[in-house]
């Protein structure tokens, strides 16, 4: 008995060793990723999980996705990959969870606040929509990700005001003035300008009136504009 043993247990750390190579060389290679089990798999989780997803093989999939998740918790982007395999697996409400929970430590995230946006508009939760325009502001150097989002959240003036509240705080202002005026159009512009100064938000008054100008604003307008803001 003892003989066999000895051999087995050779075996089966040549497999294991043969699974563990076959997962660090998936980070350069991530073919390799579809032939590490997933209890071997590590580094090659998240190649294996798009893999599932790309073929639809969504309960191989969510495997992957709640391993990778066992295995690293707290990247927020761990989190949104299971919940975009709960998604392909039908589960909309545990997706749902999923993400709020990613949320919670995934402000620097630009897809969990993506989605806490579709959700929260969705929920028609004004409060939370505005804080999550407020976090791709933050973020996202994307203009067509703004311009997606920012249009439909600031014309309801519930959430322009709280969005606006943000701001006052906030070190995006400055992005608001350089994005502002291509991804708004110039009503909507200079209406979350006159929410920003209401809530004390301050800006850069060049940069403001150059903003100003791209709206096409008219000279005498922006020297209003620049009272109100006390420059």
């Not at 995934?106 to 508009?121: E, T």
């Not at 502001?137 to 003036?157: I, K, M, N």
Request: a positive charge; aromatic letters at 8%.
């Amino acid at each position: 008995m003892t003989r066999l043993l000895f051999p087995l247990m050779l075996l089966a750390l040549a497999i294991i060793a043969t699974f563990s190579q076959l997962d660090r060389q998936a980070r350069y290679t991530p073919e390799l990723s579809r032939w590490v089990p997933i209890p071997f798999a590590s580094f090659s989780l998240e190649h294996s999980l798009q893999h599932s997803l790309d073929n639809g093989q969504v309960e191989q999939a969510q495997l992957a996705a709640r391993a990778l998740v066992a295995k690293r918790p707290i990247p927020a982007e761990h989190q949104r990959w299971l919940a975009h395999a709960m998604v392909a697996h039908g589960d909309q409400n545990g997706a749902g969870l999923t993400i709020q929970r990613a949320a919670r430590h995934g402000w620097r995230d630009l897809g969990v606040q993506q989605s806490m946006l579709v959700l929260a508009m969705q929920a028609e939760d004004h409060e939370q929509v505005a804080l999550h325009l407020a976090a791709l502001w933050a973020l996202a150097g994307d203009r067509e990700l703004l311009r997606q989002f920012s249009p439909t959240v600031l014309e309801q003036p519930v959430s322009r005001q709280r969005f606006a509240e943000v701001m006052s705080g906030a070190r995006w202002r400055r992005s608001f003035l350089t994005n502002g005026p291509t991804v708004l159009s110039a009503d909507l512009f200079t209406a979350t300008l006159s929410d920003s100064q209401k809530a004390g938000v301050t800006f850069d008054c060049k940069r403001l009136d150059k903003s100003l100008q791209r709206t096409g604003t008219a000279n005498t307008e922006r020297t209003e504009w620049a009272h109100k803001f006390d420059c």
